[in-house]
Protein backbone atom coordinates (compact mmCIF):
# COMPACT_ATOMS: atom_id res chain seq x y z
CA UNK A 1 0.00 0.00 0.00
CA UNK A 2 1.52 3.13 -0.91
CA UNK A 3 0.77 6.74 0.88
CA UNK A 4 0.24 9.72 -0.10
CA UNK A 5 0.62 13.68 1.42
CA UNK A 6 -0.11 16.45 -1.03
CA UNK A 7 1.62 20.07 -0.14
CA UNK A 8 2.03 23.37 -2.15
CA UNK A 9 -1.44 24.61 -2.93
CA UNK A 10 -2.76 28.25 -1.71
CA UNK A 11 -3.66 31.50 -3.44
CA UNK A 12 -2.06 32.93 -5.96
CA UNK A 13 -2.82 35.94 -9.02
CA UNK A 14 -3.83 34.50 -12.60
CA UNK A 15 -0.68 34.54 -14.32
CA UNK A 16 0.83 33.06 -11.64
CA UNK A 17 3.11 29.55 -10.61
CA UNK A 18 2.43 27.42 -8.29
CA UNK A 19 4.39 24.23 -7.41
CA UNK A 20 2.21 21.04 -6.20
CA UNK A 21 4.54 18.29 -4.18
CA UNK A 22 3.13 14.78 -3.28
CA UNK A 23 4.79 12.71 -0.82
CA UNK A 24 4.91 8.96 -1.55
CA UNK A 25 5.87 5.75 0.35
CA UNK A 26 5.48 2.64 1.21
CA UNK A 27 7.16 0.05 0.15
CA UNK A 28 6.53 -0.96 -3.86
CA UNK A 29 5.67 2.88 -4.34
CA UNK A 30 8.45 3.24 -7.36
CA UNK A 31 6.30 0.66 -9.42
CA UNK A 32 3.02 2.88 -9.46
CA UNK A 33 1.41 5.20 -11.86
CA UNK A 34 0.85 8.65 -10.31
CA UNK A 35 -1.34 11.40 -11.37
CA UNK A 36 -2.50 15.08 -10.18
CA UNK A 37 -6.59 15.05 -10.54
CA UNK A 38 -8.70 17.78 -9.32
CA UNK A 39 -11.82 18.70 -8.68
CA UNK A 40 -13.38 21.99 -8.42
CA UNK A 41 -17.04 23.12 -6.35
CA UNK A 42 -19.70 20.97 -8.45
CA UNK A 43 -17.63 19.21 -10.61
CA UNK A 44 -16.30 16.20 -11.09
CA UNK A 45 -12.75 15.02 -10.06
CA UNK A 46 -10.74 15.23 -13.59
CA UNK A 47 -7.02 13.92 -14.25
CA UNK A 48 -4.82 16.57 -15.03
CA UNK A 49 -1.72 15.08 -15.29
CA UNK A 50 0.18 11.34 -14.81
CA UNK A 51 3.76 9.99 -14.45
CA UNK A 52 5.09 6.56 -14.82
CA UNK A 53 7.88 6.56 -11.67
CA UNK A 54 10.22 4.19 -13.18
CA UNK A 55 10.33 5.50 -17.05
CA UNK A 56 9.49 9.19 -16.54
CA UNK A 57 6.28 8.56 -19.60
CA UNK A 58 3.68 11.23 -18.41
CA UNK A 59 0.51 11.88 -19.95
CA UNK A 60 -1.19 15.41 -19.76
CA UNK A 61 -4.52 16.90 -20.12
CA UNK A 62 -5.36 19.02 -23.29
CA UNK A 63 -6.48 21.99 -21.07
CA UNK A 64 -2.85 21.86 -18.90
CA UNK A 65 -0.44 21.01 -21.85
CA UNK A 66 2.25 23.48 -21.97
CA UNK A 67 1.47 25.15 -18.79
CA UNK A 68 1.69 22.59 -15.99
CA UNK A 69 4.84 19.51 -16.08
CA UNK A 70 4.92 16.54 -14.10
CA UNK A 71 7.52 15.04 -12.88
CA UNK A 72 9.77 13.15 -9.60
CA UNK A 73 12.43 13.41 -7.75
CA UNK A 74 13.60 10.42 -6.77
CA UNK A 75 15.58 11.54 -4.39
CA UNK A 76 13.26 13.10 -1.99
CA UNK A 77 10.35 10.37 -3.30
CA UNK A 78 8.18 13.21 -4.43
CA UNK A 79 5.84 13.81 -7.09
CA UNK A 80 5.80 17.06 -8.41
CA UNK A 81 3.44 19.60 -10.05
CA UNK A 82 4.81 22.49 -11.80
CA UNK A 83 1.73 25.05 -13.04
CA UNK A 84 2.54 28.09 -14.63
CA UNK A 85 0.02 30.73 -16.26
CA UNK A 86 -2.80 30.11 -13.85
CA UNK A 87 -6.40 31.19 -14.46
CA UNK A 88 -9.56 31.26 -12.53
CA UNK A 89 -10.35 28.14 -14.13
CA UNK A 90 -7.71 26.39 -12.70
CA UNK A 91 -9.55 27.11 -8.84
CA UNK A 92 -9.99 23.63 -7.17
CA UNK A 93 -8.69 21.34 -5.03
CA UNK A 94 -5.85 18.74 -6.34
CA UNK A 95 -5.17 15.39 -5.21
CA UNK A 96 -2.48 13.08 -6.05
CA UNK A 97 -3.42 9.41 -6.48
CA UNK A 98 -1.63 6.19 -7.42
CA UNK A 99 -2.46 3.86 -9.88
CA UNK A 100 -1.33 1.06 -12.33
CA UNK A 101 -2.71 2.04 -15.43
CA UNK A 102 -2.98 5.88 -17.46
CA UNK A 103 -6.32 6.21 -19.13
CA UNK A 104 -8.85 4.47 -16.18
CA UNK A 105 -11.22 6.23 -14.00
CA UNK A 106 -10.69 8.23 -11.09
CA UNK A 107 -12.13 5.29 -8.66
CA UNK A 108 -9.52 2.85 -10.26
CA UNK A 109 -6.50 5.10 -8.46
CA UNK A 110 -6.09 2.54 -5.13
CA UNK A 111 -4.67 5.51 -3.23
CA UNK A 112 -5.47 9.14 -2.97
CA UNK A 113 -4.07 11.76 -0.72
CA UNK A 114 -6.30 14.35 1.28
CA UNK A 115 -5.61 17.28 -1.62
CA UNK A 116 -4.60 20.66 -1.22
CA UNK A 117 -6.52 23.58 -2.32
CA UNK A 118 -5.58 25.92 -5.07
CA UNK A 119 -7.45 29.44 -5.45
CA UNK A 120 -6.68 31.09 -8.31
CA UNK A 121 -8.08 35.39 -8.14
CA UNK A 122 -8.66 37.07 -11.80
Known amino acids: QVQLVESGGGLVQAGGSLRLSCAAS????????YAWFRQAPGKERQFVAG????????EYANFVKGRFTISTDNSKNLVLLQMNSLNAEDTAVYYC???????????????WGRGTQVTVSS
Open 97 to 111: AAGTRFGVPPDDYGA
Open 26 to 33: GQTFRSYI
Open 51 to 58: IRWFDGIV
